[in-house]
């Protein structure tokens, strides 16, 4: 992956992380159809041809909404990644939604519970702009992922 492509996957995975409290709960199969889905459509942009694929189940649809409008507001802001670069970090995300169920604990949710447990959410100290420093006194725990923990 290129350092763009790493950026946009991590903006995606952290996106998803979230709790956001005015959506719908998401399954990894709406994160799997919609990534699906938006992967076809940057392929098909890719080639030149602007057609929309669908995700097929509702919930989907409005996750890839979501997603497009991310995508689309990071290029706006100056990400410059082909559709052909988007459409490959969809193909990866798609790929780990449909396969976490099968070697992770949690079902229909093993994906979103990994992006969960391995990506913190910003605290406090991380908010401050980068011309502060925070607090030397401030435990910021330890980056060390430890399993089953």
């Known amino acids: 992956m290129t350092e763009r492509q790493n950026q946009l996957t991590l903006l995606i995975q952290g996106f998803l992380r979230g709790d956001r409290p005015d959506a ?41 909404v979501e997603l497009r409008t991310l995508i689309e507001s990071q290029r706006a802001e100056g990400l410059h990644l082909t559709d052909s ?36 959410p910003p605290t406090a100290a991380s908010a401050k702009t980068s011309d502060t420093q925070a607090s030397p006194d401030v435990d910021r725990g330890s980056g060390l992922i430890i399993p089953g923990h």
């Open 85 to 120: 670069e988007v459409a490959a970090v969809m193909r990866g995300i798609e790929t780990g939604a449909r396969e976490a169920g099968s070697v992770l604990p949690g079902d229909k949710t093993a994906y979103l519970g990994l992006l969960k447990r391995v990506l913190r």
């Open 24 to 64: 719908p709960a998401v399954l990894d199969d709406d994160v799997g159809q919609a990534t699906r889905a938006l992967a076809e459509t940057y392929e098909t942009a890719s080639r030149g041809i602007i057609y929309e694929h669908s995700a097929g189940i509702p919930s989907a649809e409005r996750l890839g």
